[in-house]
């Protein structure tokens, strides 16, 4: 089973409406609150472009590029797997716009999507930015990125 396969599989199954109001209600009462508890810049600044490697946002430009010799191979194999599963979130999230089940304006529901990629990086031992410097390295050092498509 390929990690993406595998990273697919551990999701929950695809939340009902009943589900999304549930958490939109939720939702909104936390956003009300959340500014008051959350220090500016921290990880829930971030759009959730900025998880997938595509439209980074500005926030996510100005974090400097990893040298390759920074990257241990722990944080870059903690990488891979968060990486696998901040994508299938992504493309869950895609397939529910396109199905009609969820409103792409709806911040509420990015929120959601938000918060479930930054809790799946913060479980695999990496912060926001060191997954967006990763993220960022790879694209740019051939050396690194040579070590990850090496990676189970």
Do not use: C
């Not at 500014?35 to 430009?61: I, R």
């Not at 990257?71 to 493309?91: E, P, Y």
């Not at 869950?92 to 799946?120: C, F, H, K, S």
């Amino acid at each position: 089973m390929t990690s993406m396969t595998h990273a697919i599989a551990q999701l929950p199954p695809a939340p009902t409406r009943a589900d999304w109001k549930a958490l939109a209600v939720a939702g909104a009462l936390a956003l009300a609150v959340l500014p008051a508890l959350v220090p500016a810049g921290s990880a829930t600044a971030y759009s959730w472009k900025s998880y997938s490697g595509a439209g980074m946002d500005s926030a996510a430009n100005t974090i400097p590029v990893q040298a390759k010799d920074k990257v241990t191979d722990d944080s870059l194999k903690s990488f891979k797997t968060a990486k696998a599963t901040v994508m299938a979130i992504k493309d869950e999230w895609q397939n529910r716009v396109e199905r009609g089940e969820v409103d792409p304006e709806d911040e509420t529901a990015q929120e959601v999507v938000r918060i479930q990629m930054t809790a799946t990086i913060e479980q695999n031992g990496l912060s926001v930015d060191e997954y967006n410097r990763i993220d960022k390295a790879l694209k740019s050092d051939e050396e690194l990125r040579r070590r990850y498509h090496e990676m189970p």
